[in-house]
């Protein structure tokens, strides 16, 4: 019976961590896609205007770890407003997302 307690118990905190989790298409699109675009593209007003690289299809971001693209993205003076508000786990969900629209075409 003390188990069962136990178990309901923690139930609710690791039910908590698993929706806290990043959602890196989520964080992108509310920060990055006005630049760099919904579909990674770099096709906005925005991202003309500055001259932004687009991430789709992009071949050396493809192959980058996650840690590394998450470090791009760290060291893109560009960056500095957006990073003020994430998280270093809301920039690692990022990282792989951006991955991911790197390897699309």
Do not use: E, W
């Not at 989790?21 to 675009?37: E, L, P, T, V, Y």
């Not at 579909?39 to 003309?48: L, R, Y």
């Amino acid at each position: 019976m003390r188990y069962a307690i136990f178990v309901m118990a923690a139930l609710p905190l690791s039910v908590a961590s698993i929706s806290l989790a990043a959602d890196g298409a989520a964080i992108f699109k509310q920060n990055c896609a006005s630049c760099h675009g919904a579909t990674g593209h770099a096709d906005t007003p925005a991202g003309k205007s500055l001259k932004v690289p687009a991430l789709a299809g992009d071949a050396k971001v493809a192959g980058m770890s996650d840690a590394d693209v998450a470090a791009a993205i760290k060291g893109n003076a560009k960056h500095a407003a957006v990073l003020k508000k994430l998280k270093d786990d809301d920039i690692a969900a990022v990282a792989a997302y951006v991955k991911g629209l790197a390897a699309a075409k």
